[in-house]
């Protein structure tokens, strides 16, 4: 099985930062990418950005500027630092995964639990 654990959320105000941690763990044979995707409430599941195994990066326009996403290869873990924070960045924060669990596997799709981010004004 394939396990991801994000922390590092929480309640800050307008203005400030947060760093996103999420691990991986588990039977890992090759991971494709990783990521970070959003949902506030009474919307859609949305990409926030994204990382691919050769390092290059994609963000939402609406974060743009503001957050950056970084990995350790190693320790199958991707960042997502998060600066000048608005109140419109308030969702739950999903991470992903997309890879392979062994060498004959389909690439496969996983999710985090989420970690809550509210940012007050």
């Known amino acids: 099985q394939v396990h991801l654990v994000e922390s590092g959320g929480g309640l800050v105000q307008a203005g400030g930062s947060l760093r996103l941690s999420c691990a991986a763990s588990?039977?890992?044979?090759?991971?494709?990418?990783m990521g970070w995707y959003r949902q506030a409430p009474g919307n859609q599941r949305e990409l926030v950005a994204a990382?691919?195994?050769?390092?290059?990066?994609n963000y939402a326009d609406s974060v743009k500027g503001r957050f950056t996403i970084s990995r350790d290869n190693a320790k199958n873990t991707v960042y997502l630092q998060m600066n000048s924070l608005k109140p419109e960045d308030t969702a739950v924060y999903y991470c992903?995964?997309?890879?392979?669990?062994?060498?004959?596997?389909?690439?496969?799709?996983?999710w985090g639990q989420g970690t809550q981010v509210t940012v007050s004004s």
């Open positions: 990382i691919v195994n050769g390092g290059d990066t």
């Open positions: 992903n995964l997309k890879g392979k669990i062994s060498s004959i596997s389909f690439v496969g799709n996983y």
């Open positions: 588990g039977s890992i044979f090759n991971i494709n990418s």
